[in-house]
């Protein structure tokens, strides 16, 4: 096979793939309250949120007072109209308008936004334009509300798939045990009836993994609790992996509200403690800093339950995630979930997977090369299987879905 065959065949191949988001913070557009479309929402993003607090002296509070479409216009004339929308958040933005032909030369806010509102975009057309198969929500059982949607049956379950989230037992277990508490029989052990809770939210949620972010020290509370025990021998009673999102300080800067949070320590040596703790169980985990990178992905190869996932967050920039994604290959081939696109606003997922798709042709061209060199009989059908593993199987193969 020749060079720019190869180049062919893996963007062609790249193009047609049916993606399994793995994390994502979307919700079917039946539950109203929830689901988030459109440029207003997406300039609300807290990442452009974040940008626009530190590139202006804008005042907090005030801004805060804004209802959404007012937010929405300070942002887009702050960030792209005052300044160059040139950071990956942004550059998102400008990739969501182009894909839909929306022209921004000589246009402000408004006539941006009226365009696009009357395009009237579905969840349905944007995951067909970004070749979505299906998603993961996040969906927190001590949420009452946002947790509601699984008391309705008029959304598609095979687009949205369920998830687990279980940072509220660990951030705020008061309020988690009052829930509890209601659905169970048990009257005085607290980790029965969490687990009971839980058992019942499986039932009704059919999640497809439970997850959890932590810094070291709520990482190392969690091993030590009795109650974690007890979660993780329910998890593998329900072969449910647990995904570890490791390394986030919330509310770095309380101020800021949902764009304060930040980066915290983690201790790697924890995870592969838990790793062999728990031989049978099984762990997704991505980690937010990128001084950890290095040492996630040697324990990638030393751990058969730990699978590692993602460009979560801050380390979702090219600059970082070129070099990073071709560490990790390098050290565990294709056996990773390289990317899930943490979209809040579902426009997100045109943008979120276009620039990881480019980044992750141009790496895959570059070692398909490598391999051509040496002589190895490179063949479309090989492309095709390694590109489905990556953006699709080894996902469900790991997660054991369909
Ligand atoms: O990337 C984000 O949007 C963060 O705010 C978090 O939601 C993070 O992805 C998480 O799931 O905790
Ligand atoms: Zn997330």
């Not at 798939?161 to 209601?182: G, H, P, V, W």
């Not at 810094?215 to 449910?240: G, Q």
Request: overall charge positive; some cysteine.
């Amino acid at each position: 096979m020749k060079k720019v065959e190869v180049q062919t065949i893996v963007n062609n191949t790249l193009n047609k793939i049916k993606i399994l988001d793995i994390h994502t913070h979307l919700f079917p557009p039946q539950h109203e309250k929830y689901y988030l479309s459109g440029l207003v929402e997406t300039l609300n993003y807290h990442y452009l949120i974040a940008e626009l607090f530190v590139s202006t002296n804008i005042n907090i509070e005030k801004f805060k007072s804004l209802d959404k479409l007012q937010k929405a216009e300070v942002v887009w004339n702050e960030l792209f109209d005052k300044r160059t929308p040139i950071s990956e958040a942004c550059k998102g933005v400008l990739t969501i308008l182009k894909s839909l032909s929306i022209p921004i030369k000589d246009k402000n806010f408004s006539q941006i936004n009226k365009l696009y509102c009357g395009l009237k975009l579905t969840d349905k057309e944007i995951f067909k334009k970004s070749n979505i198969d299906s998603i993961v929500m996040t969906n927190n059982p001590f949420n009452e509300d946002e947790w509601s949607i699984f008391s309705s049956k008029a959304w598609d379950k095979k687009r949205y798939r369920s998830s687990l989230r279980l940072d509220s037992l660990m951030l705020e277990f008061n309020k988690s045990i009052s829930i509890a508490q209601n659905f169970s029989n048990e009257t005085s052990n607290k980790s029965i009836q969490i687990i009971d809770y839980l058992e019942l939210c499986f039932q009704k949620s059919q999640p497809i993994y439970a997850a959890i972010s932590l810094d070291t020290e709520k990482f190392r509370e969690m091993l030590k609790s009795d109650l974690w025990k007890e979660i993780l021998k329910w998890l593998l009673r329900k072969n449910l992996p647990l995904s570890l999102m490791l390394g986030v300080k919330r509310g770095v800067n309380k101020s800021f509200d949902e764009a304060g949070d930040g980066i915290g320590n983690i201790d790697l040596k924890d995870l592969s403690k838990l790793c062999n703790n728990y031989p049978e169980n099984k762990f997704l985990v991505t980690c937010l800093s990128l001084n950890d990178q290095h040492e996630l992905t040697v324990l990638g190869r030393k751990h058969q339950n730990l699978k590692i996932f993602g460009f979560w967050w801050f380390m979702n920039q090219p600059s970082i995630i070129e070099p990073i994604l071709k560490m990790r290959i390098d050290l565990l081939g294709l056996s990773l979930i390289p990317q899930h696109s943490d979209a809040r606003i579902t426009d997100q997922l045109i943008y979120k997977w276009s620039h990881f798709k480019k980044i992750l042709s141009s790496v895959m061209i570059e070692n398909y090369e490598h391999l051509i060199k040496k002589n190895y009989p490179l063949s479309k059908e090989i492309i095709n299987r390694d590109l489905n593993n990556l953006l699709s199987d080894n996902a469900k193969n790991f997660l054991r879905i369909k």
